[in-house]
Structures are given as structure tokens and as C-alpha cells.
């Protein structure tokens, strides 16, 4: 038989307006789906906190004097553990309820302005209490007291609705639909309008109290499709062609008892009879089934109700209208996660289904059992009884109800109520400064029914949000005590944040894991924190079950990582880190790449792209940073507008000393299109060490070993005090180091020797073995071991006789060590003039085949200036190119490279090179005195002034910068600035080396005098 044999005479505005609420139907019902899935997330949203470890990884190694030394800057590692976020209302989900109500509203008026006059006046009726239970007047437009807003409502709709009845009764469904259409629109717009409260929360007011009445349209509905799961059980046993193919009534009877059974141990475990957990059929899935069965079920019985309704035209749409407003509702608490309101409805369709299906299988069973015992198709004489009429379905369902009712302490109203309080929490803790409304309504919902998570979870949230830990851990044990659930586990052992509350914390989350063995959340927080005690494989196995159960697996996996490098299994963490190389989770790739720094290894490959946001989140930022940390992300051309893109941003304030130490390093080494900016690189560590506190002797320390690197001793040395003094132990070495190389014995002797506190023992052993190279003599010397000849010999080579210096070197039999002091040989012999003896050392120790190293690089400079120095310009313009310089040491090959540019009689490129030279090695003394006598000889004495004043801000502890630039300053008028040059060049050299220079410039300083005076 066909459903809808009537679909084609219908007008095609009916046909449009039943299509509509049928989708709107199927709407409510996906939405329902959706909010199932998702609403606890919504309003109680798992989220995941994220914590950086620092690990330590080296940079830029070097070994000044045979000494181990390296940059060490922290790579970050990020575990992220679960916890529930602040309480937030889906409003979207509000504007989508009260869409659907005003759509409601208007088929409702609609349908009842084309109803018969009884019918009509009981539709009007109804409408008029459906609105009441908006409150409307509860908004202040008015008064709170009054109901004028309300009078307003009715009388407008209810007037509108009575003319349509009784006078213009042609009027197509269309046309009414449309009129109640813009008369509720028209309504809406002056009720926001109108209203004191912004429109969000005017919506929240009219939908959330409007949830009373769309219940109790709810209960009505399920009271008419209580039974037709019944009739659909019927028919499925008789509906067959063929009476062999039907079924008798053995298997009716059966079937229909399994469904009632099924509804009856819901009911029994319920109201506490049966304790344990009933994996059955599911209430709501009932329904379901009832309501898709329910509109065949209509036609069936349309003789009992077609003196007051037509099937196409009313009670059709008044079906669907009630099915809407019932799912509407219930998806609306599912997106809220209100539980107690879902439970309402469970308990309602458990409690109607049970009865009225009871009911209508008594009837059947006494009209029509025999014939169901024949196979005849009784389903379609169900609605015409002969023993039993129908009414009493209903008056024995009823009945039975009402006994159910009572035998579980009105749980359905109970609940209902419950629901309804959570719903004005929420209005009132939305709408008052101080929410004590809401407070009280959540704590009155607590009251209605035990099993209310959303109650306590609400006020949880709103103890947190007012800082009263002790009530949010009190609502939350008491919360865990009625209705376990994985989000209190999560509310409750985040705040057990104190080292003291170690042991309460493992027993939340133990408790939390037993409870619920499989939820991830759980597994991966009690993994992270037996991670903080000693018990490594409870960590590690909470964290592997967790990634068994996850479905967010690369979260886990990066905190595996994290566990495992922060726990000292380097092995274990690279094999894990491989395992995990398909990841593009940001906290797993940071986390990749913080183990490789850590290890030495090369960068992970097939990196996803970095995101380009302005903020940083915790992961993000480790992702960010430890890429930085890698010499191959330096070819990324806008790295540097990133960086100060970033630093310019407010919320990422606590990520700014990384973010500078980051631009630093970045500035000093350069990018692929970007050569290196070592005077912006040395001015932003300067500012991050006098502005940071407590830090500011680690970035002197990197300061220092920049400079050391650039081979300014005594700049390194002064860096490295200010470390020590601001406490970076670390420092005492390297201070000892420094003032060795810069011939400062006495002081280094006395760091190391003295009272220093290093952090290490190796470190101590150092700084003895150079203080015993820096005391040894040559007779000594050849009796050490070969370290401490080669240490010997990089301090006093250039000061030592010759034959001396030979005598200690012709020693030394390790082979390792042989270049190493071969080096200070060269530059003696250079110094000498011994170019024969320099250029076979060369040969001998530093093949082709030598290894591009440091000491390949430092080699390839003496090579340079022994053809130089022998005029070798052709050999020096070929070779130069294929040479190998370390950055530190570009400087040589540009300032090489400009020297030949200048003889050649090419001043164009001698100036470029001289240009790149003094911006890529601003601490080449070198390259800076040739450049600034090549620009006085070009004729821009200014431009040499200007290099050298940098060049001094840069090394202000150089000698010989400072001798250049009082002359250049004199030559050029400038004798103020070259008494100023004076009396800061005095503390650094002696009284004799002072007066020296001051004869030197003394016809310089009269003659600046005299044109003064003939200024004046």
C-alpha cells in the first residue's frame, strides 16, 4: 500500500511547505547525530596543554688550545597532556534552536488557522501557552513584572490566526505560511531590538526557556508512537503475499516480547533494581524506529481521528511539526551536554514506549489473535476491532504509565527539571556580572536528579573560573562519587599541580585509568606523570597503551619522544624518531628534530612546511625554533621578516629571548641570499645579555666565543668575565682560554687555578693543564706530553727564539697533533720572513687530501699571505676561488680578494669587496686598516673614517683600530674626536707605547691646533 497516495492532487505550496519541514526533520535529526558525537566536546572541550623541556644541544664547535668548545643553546621538547577546557556554549547552536522555533512557530500558527473551529480554538490555546513559556518579559524591555511584550505576541499572532479561520478562508497554505513568516520575523527583529542584552544572549533567554514547552510537545509525540514499533512488529509478521511466508503467532509474540523486554530491564535498571550496565537496545534508537514507523502508522489509523483532522492536510503536518520540535530539542541537548535532559527524554520514550507498546499488544493480541494464529494479514484490520476498541490502548497505557511513573520517583519530570535548571545556569551565568542565579539553578539542577554530570561539571567550571580551587575540587569529587566519567578524571587531577600532591594526583588518574581502561586521555596523563618519578616503565607502558587506544596517535608519539630524550635513552629516542618519520604533527616534529640537535644527527627529513601564523602557539614555537637551529633552514629567503613579524606580536612575549637568540645566530652566520650581519648579530645578544635577568651570562658566554672564534682575545676575555661574574660557570674556561690566547698569563692562571667553581671535572682538568702550559719552559716543554707541547706552542710561538720553538715542535710524534702545531710554526716563519721553511711546513702537514676543516682553513690563509708575500699574484688570483675558508676566515679571502682588485687598477671591484669584507668580518683588523688606506687613496677619507669608528664599536678593545682612526680623524679636521680617540686609547696600552704614539701624531696635533686658532 501506498504511504502517500494523495502526494499528487496536493497543491504544489503545500507540496513546497511539507518537503520544507520534512527537511527540517531530517535536520534536527542530524543535528541530533552530530551533538551525540560531539556535544560533550563542545561545551566541556578536551584539550591539550602543552610543556616545553629544554634538551641541550652544541653549536658552532671549535677547540681553541686543544680545549673542547661549543655554543650551547637549548632545543625544546614538547609533551602535551589532556585536560578539559573552560566551559563554552556552541551559540551557534542557540541560533540554529531559534531559527528552527520561529520556523516552528510560524507552520504552527499556520496550520492552525486552517484547522476546524474545536480543534482550532484547542490549537490557539496550546500556542498561547507554547508562548508563555518564552518569558519574554523576563528581558526588561518593559518591565519585569509586566506582560505586555507577551499580549503584544498573542494578540498579534492569535488575532492574525483567528481572521485567517473565520474570514478569509481561501486564503492558500502558502499565503498563511508566509504571513505567520514575517509576522514571527517581524517579532523577532523589535524582540532584538529591543532588548537590553545583546542579541546572542536575547536568543539564549527565548530558546533555552522555550525548552519547557518543546518537551512536553516531546512527551506528546512519544505518547502517540509509543506503540508503533508493535504495529511495525505486526506487520513485519504479516505483511508477507503469501500466507506460508508470514509468520504465526508464536513468532509475534516472541519478537514483540524481546522488545518489550528489552524496554523493560531499561526501565529496571533505571530506577535501581538492576545495578549492572544493560548493553540493549538503546532508548533513543527506539524512538527512532517509533518515529519513522509512526507516520505509516497515522494513515493506518486515520478513521479513528478524521471527523477533526484530515491525514494530507493536518495531520500530516502536525506530525512532522511535532517530530521537529522533539528533535530539534533533543539535538539542542545533546550540543549542550545536557545530560540529565538527554536522560529525561531516555526515560520518557522507556517509560511510554513500555506502556502504550504494552497496551496496543494486549489489544491486538485479544482482537486479533486468532487471526494471527491464522497467518491472515491482520495488520491491515488492526484499527477495526471487534472485542477490545482502541481507546483503551490508551487508557490502559495511561494507566500503566502512570504507575511506572510513580514507581521511579517521577524520574522523567525530575530529570526534565534538571535539564531545565542547567539551561537558566547557563542564561544566568551569561547574562550576571556576578552569577549567583546561575550558581543556584545549577546547584537546584544537582539537587533534582544524582546522575548529573553537566551540574557539577558547570559548577566546577565556575569555581575555577573565580579561583576557589577547593569548591571546584569538592563539586568534582562529589561529581566522580555520583556519576563517573573520564571528563571529571581529566577536571579533577589537573589541579593537582604541586609536588606535594604527587600521590593524590597518581591515585586520580589510577582511579581514572581503571574506570575507563581504554580512553587515551587518561592513559597518556598518567604515562606523563610516571614520568616525572622514577618508574620509567610505567611511563613508558601508559604511554604505548595510550598510543594503542589514541585516535590523535601522532600526539602520543611525540610525547613518547619527548619522554624518551628527556630520560636519557638516546638510542631508544632514535630509533623511535625514525620509526615516527612519516609524522607532520608540529609537537612530533619538534620533537624529531630536538633529538637529532641533541645527538649530533643530521636534520629529519621531509619536514612539512612551516605554518605561517603571526602567533605562536607552545608547539608551533618548538617547531619553529629548533628548524632555526639547522644550517639548511638558513636558504629560507624570509626568515628574517618572519622573525620580526613574530617578535612584534604581544602574545608571543614568552617566547621572546629564544626568538632574538634565534635572529642573533641567524645574523651571524648569514642565509643562503642573506651574507652574514655579524654587527647586528653581536648588537642583539648584547641587548638580550644586559636585559635579561638571570640569563644574561649565557649570551656574554656566546659572545665571547664568537669573538674568540674571530681570534679578538682580549674582547673574548672581557665577554667572558662579564659571564662569570653574572654566574655562567661555564664561563671560568672559557675565560681561561681567552686571556691565555691574548697573553694575559697572570689572569688566566689565576682562574684557573683559583677557587673556581666548575661545573665540571674535565673542565677543571683543563684549566690546570693550560695553566701548567702557560708556566712550563721550553726545556720543560719537550718532556710533556704532545698536548701540552702544542698548547705550549700556540701561546709563546710567537714570542719564543726560533730555535726553542723548533726544539719543542721536533718533539711532538703524535700525528693527529702535528698540524695543529704546525700553524703557529707558519705564522712564526711568516713573521720572520722565512717563506722557504713556512711554505714546506704547508706542504708537508697540509696536503690536498687534508680533510676541509678549521685547520684546512687556517692553513689556506697562511697560503694566501705567503703569495702575497712572494708576489705571487697570478698564483694567488687562480687558487684563491678553489680555496676552502671556514665563515670565520671569509674575511682573508675578500680581503685577498680586494688587495688584487686594487693592483689590477679595478677600483669598482676593490671597493665591493672591501665593502662585503667589512660587513662579513667586521673583527678582520686586516682587511679593515687596508680598507680604510684604500678609500683615503680613493679619496673618500670620510667613508674611512666611518669604517673604522665601526670597526671600533665592534673590537673597542683594539689597539691598532684606534692608533688609525686618531690619525684618519686629525687628517681630516676632526681633532675633538682625536682627543677623544686619545684618551680612550690610554688605559689600553702602556705608558711607553702611549707616548710613543702621542710623538707620532704630535706634528698632526699642532697643526690641528694652529687651524683652529686661525678659525677662531
Same mark, same amino acid.
Given at each position: 500500500?501506498?504511504l502517500?497516495? &494523495?502526494?499528487?492532487?496536493?497543491?504544489p505550496g503545500r507540496?513546497?511547505?511539507?518537503l520544507?519541514?520534512?527537511?527540517l526533520v531530517i535536520?534536527?535529526?542530524?543535528?541530533g547525530?552530530?551533538?551525540?558525537s560531539n556535544?560533550?566536546q563542545l561545551?566541556?572541550p578536551l584539550?591539550r596543554?602543552?610543556e616545553l623541556?629544554?634538551a641541550?644541544?652544541?653549536l658552532s664547535p671549535s677547540?681553541?688550545l686543544?680545549t673542547?668548545m661549543?655554543?650551547?643553546?637549548n632545543?625544546?621538547?614538547?609533551?602535551e597532556?589532556?585536560?578539559i577546557?573552560?566551559?563554552q556554549?556552541?551559540?551557534?547552536a542557540?541560533?540554529?534552536?531559534?531559527?528552527?522555533?520561529?520556523v516552528?512557530m510560524?507552520f504552527f500558527?499556520?496550520?492552525?488557522?486552517?484547522?476546524?473551529?474545536?480543534?482550532y %480554538?484547542v490549537a490557539?490555546?496550546?500556542?498561547m501557552?507554547?508562548l508563555?513559556?518564552?518569558?519574554?518579559d523576563? +528581558?526588561g524591555i518593559f518591565?519585569?513584572?509586566?506582560?505586555v511584550?507577551?499580549?503584544?505576541?498573542l494578540?498579534?499572532?492569535?488575532g492574525?490566526?483567528f481572521?485567517?479561520?473565520a474570514?478569509?478562508?481561501?486564503?492558500s497554505?502558502?499565503?498563511?505560511?508566509l504571513? #505567520?513568516?514575517l509576522?514571527?520575523?517581524?517579532?523577532?527583529?523589535?524582540l #532584538?531590538?529591543?532588548?537590553p +542584552?545583546?542579541a546572542?544572549?536575547?536568543?539564549?533567554h527565548?530558546?533555552n526557556?522555550s525548552?519547557l514547552?518543546?518537551?512536553v510537545?516531546?512527551?506528546l509525540?512519544m505518547v502517540?508512537?509509543?506503540?508503533?514499533?508493535?504495529h511495525?512488529?505486526l506487520? #513485519?509478521n504479516?505483511?508477507?503475499q503469501q500466507p506460508?511466508?508470514?509468520f504465526?503467532?508464536? *513468532?509475534?509474540?516472541?519478537?514483540?516480547?524481546?522488545?518489550l523486554g528489552?524496554l523493560l530491564?531499561?526501565?529496571l535498571?533505571q530506577?535501581?533494581t538492576i545495578q549492572t550496565?544493560f548493553?540493549?537496545?538503546?532508548?533513543?534508537?527506539?524512538?527512532l524506529c517509533?518515529?519513522?514507523v509512526?507516520?505509516?502508522?497515522l494513515?493506518?489509523?486515520q478513521?479513528?481521528y478524521?471527523?477533526?483532522f484530515q491525514?494530507?492536510?493536518?495531520?500530516?503536518?502536525?506530525y512532522?511539526l511535532?517530530a521537529?520540535?522533539?528533535f530539534?530539542?533533543l539535538?539542542?541537548?545533546?550540543?549542550?551536554?545536557n545530560?540529565?535532559?538527554?536522560q529525561?527524554?531516555?526515560s520518557?520514550?522507556i517509560l511510554?514506549?513500555l506502556?502504550?507498546?504494552?497496551?496496543?499488544?494486549l489489544y491486538? $493480541?485479544v482482537?486479533f489473535?486468532p487471526l494471527i494464529?491464522?497467518?491472515l494479514?491482520?495488520?491491515?484490520?488492526?484499527?477495526?476491532p471487534?472485542k477490545?476498541a482502541?481507546f483503551?490502548?490508551?487508557?490502559?497505557g495511561t494507566?500503566?504509565? @502512570?504507575i +511506572?511513573? #510513580?514507581?521511579s520517583?517521577?524520574a522523567?519530570?525530575?530529570?526534565?527539571?534538571?535539564?531545565?535548571?542547567?539551561?537558566?545556569g547557563?542564561?544566568?551565568?551569561?547574562t550576571e556580572?556576578?552569577?549567583?542565579?546561575?550558581?543556584?539553578f545549577?546547584?537546584?539542577?544537582? +539537587?533534582?536528579?544524582?546522575?548529573?554530570?553537566?551540574s557539577?561539571?558547570s559548577?566546577?567550571?565556575?569555581y575555577?573560573q573565580?579561583g576557589?580551587?577547593t569548591l571546584e575540587?569538592i563539586r568534582l569529587e562529589?561529581?566522580?562519587e555520583?556519576k563517573?566519567s573520564?571528563e571529571?578524571?581529566?577536571?579533577?587531577?589537573?589541579l593537582?599541580?604541586?609536588?606535594?600532591?604527587? &600521590?593524590?594526583h597518581l591515585k586520580?588518574l589510577q582511579?581514572?585509568v581503571?574506570k575507563?581502561?581504554?580512553?587515551?586521555a587518561?592513559?597518556?596523563? $598518567?604515562?606523563?606523570l610516571?614520568g616525572?618519578?622514577?618508574?620509567?616503565?610505567?611511563a613508558a607502558f601508559y604511554l604505548?597503551?595510550?598510543?594503542e *587506544?589514541s585516535?590523535?596517535?601522532?600526539v602520543?608519539?611525540?610525547?613518547?619522544l619527548?619522554?624518551?630524550?628527556?630520560h636519557? &635513552?638516546?638510542?631508544q629516542?632514535?630509533?623511535?624518531?625514525?620509526?615516527?618519520?612519516a609524522?607532520? %604533527?608540529n609537537s612530533l616534529?619538534?620533537n624529531?628534530m630536538a633529538?637529532?640537535l641533541?645527538?649530533?644527527a643530521?636534520k629529519?627529513?621531509?619536514?612539512?612546511a612551516?605554518p605561517?601564523?603571526s602567533?605562536l602557539?607552545t608547539?608551533a614555537?618548538a617547531d619553529?625554533?629548533?628548524r *632555526?637551529l639547522f644550517?639548511s633552514?638558513?636558504?629560507d629567503t624570509?626568515?628574517?621578516?618572519?622573525?620580526n613579524?613574530?617578535l612584534?606580536?604581544?602574545?608571543?612575549?614568552p617566547?621572546?629571548?629564544?626568538?632574538?637568540?634565534?635572529?642573533?645566530?641567524?645574523?651571524?652566520?648569514g642565509?643562503?641570499?642573506?651574507?652574514p650581519n655579524?654587527v647586528?648579530?653581536?648588537?642583539?645578544l648584547e641587548f638580550?645579555?644586559?636585559?635579561?635577568?638571570?640569563?644574561g651570562?649565557?649570551?656574554f658566554d656566546?659572545l665571547g666565543q664568537?669573538m674568540?672564534?674571530?681570534?679578538?682575545?682580549?674582547?673574548?676575555?672581557d665577554?667572558?668575565q662579564?659571564a662569570?661574574?653574572?654566574?655562567?660557570?661555564?664561563?671560568h674556561?672559557h675565560a681561561?682560554i681567552?686571556s691565555a690566547?691574548?697573553?694575559?698569563?697572570?689572569q688566566?692562571?689565576?682562574?684557573a687555578?683559583?677557587?673556581?667553581?666548575y661545573?665540571?671535572?674535565?673542565?677543571?682538568?683543563?684549566?690546570?693543564?693550560l695553566?701548567?702550559?702557560?708556566?712550563?719552559s721550553p726545556e720543560?716543554a @719537550?718532556?710533556?706530553?704532545?698536548?701540552?707541547?702544542?698548547q705550549?706552542?700556540q701561546?709563546?710561538?710567537?714570542?719564543l727564539p726560533v730555535a726553542q720553538?723548533e726544539?719543542?715542535a721536533n718533539?711532538?710524534?703524535?700525528?693527529?697533533?702535528?698540524p695543529v702545531?704546525?700553524?703557529?710554526l707558519v705564522?712564526?716563519?711568516?713573521k720572520e720572513?722565512?717563506i722557504t721553511t713556512?711554505s714546506?711546513?704547508l706542504?708537508i702537514h697540509?696536503?690536498?687530501s687534508?680533510?676541509?676543516?678549521?685547520l684546512?682553513?687556517?692553513a689556506n690563509?697562511?697560503q694566501?699571505?705567503?703569495w702575497?708575500?712572494?708576489?705571487?699574484?697570478q698564483e694567488?688570483?687562480? *687558487?684563491?676561488?678553489?680555496?676552502?675558508?671556514?665563515?670565520?676566515d671569509a674575511?682573508s679571502?675578500? %680581503?685577498?680578494?680586494a688587495l688584487l682588485?686594487e693592483?689590477?687598477k679595478n677600483?669598482?671591484?676593490?671597493?665591493?669587496?672591501?665593502?662585503q669584507?667589512l660587513q662579513r668580518a667586521?673583527?678582520?683588523?686586516?682587511?679593515?686598516l687596508?680598507?680604510?688606506?684604500f678609500?683615503?687613496?680613493?679619496?673618500?677619507?670620510?667613508?674611512?673614517?666611518?669604517l673604522l669608528?665601526?670597526?671600533?664599536?665592534?673590537n673597542?678593545?683594539?689597539?691598532?683600530?684606534r692608533?688609525?682612526?686618531?690619525k684618519?680623524a686629525?687628517?681630516?679636521?676632526?681633532?675633538?674626536y682625536?682627543?677623544?680617540?686619545l684618551?680612550q686609547l690610554e688605559?689600553?696600552?702602556?705608558p711607553?707605547? %702611549?707616548?710613543?704614539f702621542?710623538?707620532e701624531?704630535?706634528?698632526?696635533?699642532q697643526?690641528?691646533?694652529t687651524?683652529l686658532?686661525?678659525w677662531?
Amino acid at each position: 500500500m501506498k504511504l502517500f497516495p &494523495f502526494w499528487p492532487s496536493v497543491n504544489p505550496g503545500r507540496k513546497f511547505l511539507y518537503l520544507l519541514l520534512t527537511a527540517l526533520v531530517i535536520g534536527a535529526m542530524a543535528l541530533g547525530f552530530y551533538g551525540f558525537s560531539n556535544g560533550q566536546q563542545l561545551v566541556f572541550p578536551l584539550e591539550r596543554q602543552a610543556e616545553l623541556f629544554p634538551a641541550e644541544a652544541h653549536l658552532s664547535p671549535s677547540s681553541p688550545l686543544l680545549t673542547p668548545m661549543r655554543v650551547e643553546v637549548n632545543t625544546y621538547l614538547v609533551s602535551e597532556r589532556y585536560t578539559i577546557g573552560d566551559m563554552q556554549l556552541p551559540l551557534w547552536a542557540t541560533w540554529t534552536y531559534f531559527a528552527g522555533l520561529a520556523v516552528a512557530m510560524a507552520f504552527f500558527w499556520t496550520l492552525a488557522s486552517t484547522l476546524k473551529r474545536i480543534p482550532y %480554538y484547542v490549537a490557539v490555546s496550546l500556542g498561547m501557552l507554547w508562548l508563555a513559556t518564552f518569558n519574554l518579559d523576563l +528581558l526588561g524591555i518593559f518591565s519585569p513584572t509586566s506582560r505586555v511584550l507577551l499580549g503584544i505576541s498573542l494578540g498579534v499572532l492569535g488575532g492574525v490566526s483567528f481572521l485567517l479561520q473565520a474570514f478569509w478562508t481561501r486564503l492558500s497554505f502558502l499565503a498563511r505560511f508566509l504571513i #505567520f513568516g514575517l509576522l514571527v520575523g517581524l517579532l523577532s527583529w523589535a524582540l #532584538f531590538h529591543f532588548s537590553p +542584552l545583546p542579541a546572542p544572549l536575547t536568543a539564549l533567554h527565548v530558546v533555552n526557556h522555550s525548552t519547557l514547552a518543546s518537551f512536553v510537545a516531546a512527551v506528546l509525540f512519544m505518547v502517540v508512537v509509543g506503540y508503533e514499533n508493535i504495529h511495525g512488529l505486526l506487520w #513485519f509478521n504479516t505483511q508477507a503475499q503469501q500466507p506460508q511466508r508470514r509468520f504465526g503467532l508464536p *513468532q509475534f509474540v516472541l519478537i514483540s516480547v524481546l522488545y518489550l523486554g528489552n524496554l523493560l530491564l531499561l526501565y529496571l535498571r533505571q530506577i535501581g533494581t538492576i545495578q549492572t550496565d544493560f548493553a540493549g537496545l538503546d532508548a533513543l534508537l527506539v524512538f527512532l524506529c517509533s518515529a519513522l514507523v509512526g507516520l505509516w502508522g497515522l494513515k493506518q489509523r486515520q478513521v479513528h481521528y478524521t471527523r477533526y483532522f484530515q491525514f494530507e492536510t493536518e495531520a500530516v503536518p502536525m506530525y512532522l511539526l511535532f517530530a521537529f520540535l522533539t528533535f530539534l530539542n533533543l539535538s539542542y541537548a545533546f550540543l549542550m551536554a545536557n545530560d540529565p535532559m538527554v536522560q529525561a527524554y531516555r526515560s520518557s520514550i522507556i517509560l511510554t514506549h513500555l506502556s502504550y507498546g504494552t497496551a496496543f499488544l494486549l489489544y491486538v $493480541l485479544v482482537n486479533f489473535g486468532p487471526l494471527i494464529k491464522q497467518k491472515l494479514r491482520v495488520f491491515k484490520v488492526v484499527y477495526d476491532p471487534r472485542k477490545l476498541a482502541f481507546f483503551t490502548v490508551y487508557l490502559m497505557g495511561t494507566t500503566l504509565a @502512570v504507575i +511506572l511513573l #510513580f514507581r521511579s520517583n517521577y524520574a522523567p519530570y525530575m530529570q526534565q527539571q534538571a535539564g531545565f535548571y542547567n539551561y537558566l545556569g547557563d542564561l544566568y551565568r551569561q547574562t550576571e556580572d556576578s552569577p549567583l542565579l546561575a550558581e543556584q539553578f545549577y546547584n537546584e539542577a544537582s +539537587l533534582q536528579t544524582r546522575n548529573n554530570q553537566r551540574s557539577s561539571l558547570s559548577l566546577a567550571d565556575m569555581y575555577r573560573q573565580g579561583g576557589s580551587r577547593t569548591l571546584e575540587m569538592i563539586r568534582l569529587e562529589e561529581a566522580l562519587e555520583r556519576k563517573p566519567s573520564p571528563e571529571a578524571y581529566l577536571r579533577l587531577e589537573s589541579l593537582f599541580t604541586a609536588s606535594s600532591d604527587l &600521590f593524590d594526583h597518581l591515585k586520580v588518574l589510577q582511579e581514572g585509568v581503571k574506570k575507563y581502561p581504554t580512553n587515551a586521555a587518561l592513559l597518556n596523563n $598518567l604515562g606523563l606523570l610516571y614520568g616525572t618519578t622514577a618508574f620509567n616503565d610505567s611511563a613508558a607502558f601508559y604511554l604505548d597503551a595510550a598510543l594503542e *587506544q589514541s585516535q590523535e596517535k601522532e600526539v602520543i608519539q611525540a610525547n613518547q619522544l619527548a619522554f624518551l630524550a628527556s630520560h636519557n &635513552f638516546p638510542q631508544q629516542a632514535k630509533e623511535f624518531s625514525q620509526k615516527y618519520a612519516a609524522g607532520t %604533527y608540529n609537537s612530533l616534529l619538534a620533537n624529531r628534530m630536538a633529538i637529532s640537535l641533541a645527538l649530533g644527527a643530521p636534520k629529519p627529513q621531509n619536514l612539512a612546511a612551516l605554518p605561517q601564523d603571526s602567533t605562536l602557539s607552545t608547539q608551533a614555537f618548538a617547531d619553529f625554533y629548533n628548524r *632555526q637551529l639547522f644550517p639548511s633552514d638558513r636558504k629560507d629567503t624570509t626568515i628574517f621578516n618572519r622573525l620580526n613579524v613574530l617578535l612584534r606580536q604581544e602574545v608571543n612575549q614568552p617566547y621572546l629571548d629564544d626568538l632574538n637568540l634565534i635572529k642573533a645566530l641567524l645574523l651571524h652566520q648569514g642565509s643562503a641570499t642573506t651574507s652574514p650581519n655579524p654587527v647586528l648579530a653581536k648588537s642583539t645578544l648584547e641587548f638580550l645579555a644586559n636585559s635579561s635577568e638571570g640569563t644574561g651570562g649565557y649570551y656574554f658566554d656566546i659572545l665571547g666565543q664568537w669573538m674568540l672564534q674571530a681570534r679578538l682575545y682580549p674582547l673574548a676575555a672581557d665577554y667572558f668575565q662579564k659571564a662569570r661574574q653574572a654566574g655562567y660557570r661555564d664561563a671560568h674556561l672559557h675565560a681561561v682560554i681567552a686571556s691565555a690566547l691574548a697573553g694575559n698569563f697572570q689572569q688566566a692562571t689565576q682562574i684557573a687555578l683559583g677557587e673556581t667553581n666548575y661545573p665540571e671535572p674535565w673542565q677543571k682538568k683543563a684549566a690546570t693543564q693550560l695553566a701548567f702550559a702557560m708556566q712550563m719552559s721550553p726545556e720543560q716543554a @719537550v718532556t710533556a706530553p704532545d698536548s701540552l707541547k702544542v698548547q705550549f706552542l700556540q701561546l709563546k710561538a710567537a714570542t719564543l727564539p726560533v730555535a726553542q720553538m723548533e726544539s719543542v715542535a721536533n718533539t711532538i710524534t703524535t700525528p693527529a697533533l702535528a698540524p695543529v702545531a704546525a700553524l703557529p710554526l707558519v705564522e712564526r716563519y711568516i713573521k720572520e720572513g722565512n717563506i722557504t721553511t713556512a711554505s714546506n711546513l704547508l706542504r708537508i702537514h697540509f696536503p690536498a687530501s687534508f680533510p676541509k676543516n678549521s685547520l684546512k682553513s687556517q692553513a689556506n690563509v697562511l697560503q694566501a699571505e705567503l703569495w702575497w708575500q712572494t708576489e705571487q699574484f697570478q698564483e694567488l688570483s687562480a *687558487q684563491l676561488p678553489k680555496l676552502y675558508f671556514t665563515p670565520q676566515d671569509a674575511g682573508s679571502k675578500l %680581503y685577498y680578494q680586494a688587495l688584487l682588485a686594487e693592483r689590477n687598477k679595478n677600483p669598482k671591484a676593490a671597493t665591493n669587496l672591501f665593502n662585503q669584507l667589512l660587513q662579513r668580518a667586521p673583527w678582520f683588523e686586516k682587511g679593515q686598516l687596508a680598507a680604510a688606506t684604500f678609500f683615503v687613496n680613493q679619496k673618500q677619507p670620510m667613508r674611512a673614517y666611518d669604517l673604522l669608528l665601526e670597526g671600533i664599536s665592534y673590537n673597542p678593545t683594539s689597539v691598532v683600530l684606534r692608533k688609525t682612526y686618531i690619525k684618519v680623524a686629525l687628517n681630516q679636521g676632526l681633532r675633538d674626536y682625536a682627543l677623544q680617540g686619545l684618551e680612550q686609547l690610554e688605559p689600553l696600552v702602556s705608558p711607553q707605547e %702611549y707616548l710613543t704614539f702621542r710623538s707620532e701624531i704630535e706634528t698632526q696635533l699642532q697643526a690641528s691646533e694652529t687651524r683652529l686658532q686661525g678659525w677662531e
